[in-house]
């Protein structure tokens, strides 16, 4: 079973600051991904990646498949990205099961 | 509007009352699983489809059933529902089932077994 692990759990950011949140796991993967949960709000996929380094407006995410992680990283950080970022794998080269990290509570203050 | 549906959002029930809680996409999507997540633990996948009439256990299955008779639907059911079971169930879907993909889910039911 491929374990994950986030870190850090727990990440307060001034507003503008420059946010970076990680990802290791245990064993080969087809794919990562990386979801956002606003509080009470439901879960929305950012980024599915199984190589090199995606972008998307002011988030980016990249994995080195060697090591074994990957980083999402937060440009310009805004008080609306204050969320819970979750990292998850897929492995056995479907989608059938993934596994979760537990996430990560950013809060960015104005 | 593509989307996955869960109903109910909210449900407080009593220890061995059948439940069931539906959860509907509109995108065709081939692949749809179940999960719950609960603090500290995180999200941990209960069931999944990959397509009508194949379902597969995942993590952490016991105490729940569930059916695919159509492409759809992918209803979740509590035959005699435990406190332990008090969680934020997630429904999720994606359109493939053989290569990793994108997943979309719902919006959440929140469950109280008392």
């Known amino acids: 079973k491929n374990e994950v692990e986030q870190s850090p759990q727990n990440l307060t950011a001034q507003e503008g600051e420059f946010i970076t949140i990680n990802c290791s796991y245990s064993?080969?993967?087809?794919?990562l991904h990386w979801l956002q949960q606003h509080p009470g709000g439901g879960i929305v996929s950012l980024f599915m990646l199984s190589s090199g380094k995606k972008k998307h407006g002011r988030l980016i995410a990249t994995i080195n498949i060697q090591e074994k992680h990957s980083s999402l990283h937060i440009t310009a950080s805004h008080p609306r990205d204050s969320a819970v970022y979750i990292c998850?794998?897929?492995?056995?080269?479907?989608?059938?099961?993934?596994?979760f990290g537990k996430g990560t509570l950013l809060t960015v203050n104005p | 509007e593509a989307q996955v549906t869960q109903n109910p959002r909210y449900l407080i029930t009593v220890t061995g009352k059948k439940l069931t809680v539906t959860c509907s996409q509109n995108?065709?999507?081939?692949?749809m699983s179940w999960y719950r997540q609960d603090p500290g633990l995180g999200l941990r996948q209960i069931y999944y489809s990959m397509n009508v009439e194949v379902t597969d256990k995942g993590d952490v299955p016991e105490g729940y059933k569930v059916s695919r008779k159509e492409k759809r639907n992918f209803p979740l059911i509590l035959e005699s529902p435990s406190p332990n079971q008090t969680s934020l169930y997630f429904c999720?879907?994606?359109?493939?089932?053989?290569?990793?993909?994108?997943?979309?889910f719902g919006p959440g039911t929140r469950l109280t077994v008392l």
């Open positions: 998850a794998v897929s492995t056995g080269g479907s989608n059938y099961k993934l596994t």
């Open positions: 064993v080969g993967i087809s794919a």
């Open positions: 999720a879907s994606s359109f493939r089932d053989t290569i990793p993909d994108t997943q979309y």
């Open positions: 995108m065709n999507h081939e692949y």
